[in-house]
């Protein structure tokens, strides 16, 4: 079992940045790729970026290649999403979540990962 806790959101102009966290709790969290998605009112949730367990291999949705850095801290069962220029199309609800599945091709669909958070609000104004 792992419980996913998100943090960092909130309010910004656009092209400035903000930094979400994802606190996981259980012993076994190196063991999970962790991914970022978002949803966006009335839109499906997407993909975002994830990292493997040993951050060795990591992975970004083309719209946000460039601007978001995704990292972990094995020691600290915390991963982050660090997003750079934001946009107001980046507004919506940022959530964390934990797949055992180390294939990175699998990593864009939601339905691998297992665990999720509650998510953090990210509004983008113009």
């Known amino acids: 079992q792992v419980q996913l806790v998100e943090s960092g959101g909130g309010l910004v102009q656009a092209g400035e940045s903000l930094r979400l966290s994802c606190v996981a709790s259980g012993r076994t969290f190196s063991s999970y790729s962790m991914g970022w998605f978002r949803q966006a009112p009335g839109k499906e949730r997407e993909f975002v970026a994830a990292i493997s367990w040993s951050a060795d291999n990591i992975y970004y949705a083309d719209s946000v290649k460039g601007r978001f850095t995704i990292s972990r801290d094995n020691a600290k069962n915390t991963v982050y999403l660090q997003m750079n220029s934001l946009k107001p199309e980046d507004t919506a609800v940022y959530y964390c979540?934990?797949?055992?599945?180390?294939?990175?091709?699998?990593?864009?669909?939601?339905?691998?990962?297992?665990?999720w958070g509650q998510g953090t609000q990210v509004t983008v104004s113009s």
């Open positions: 979540a934990a797949t055992r599945n180390a294939a990175t091709w699998a990593w864009p669909n939601k339905n691998e990962y297992r665990y």
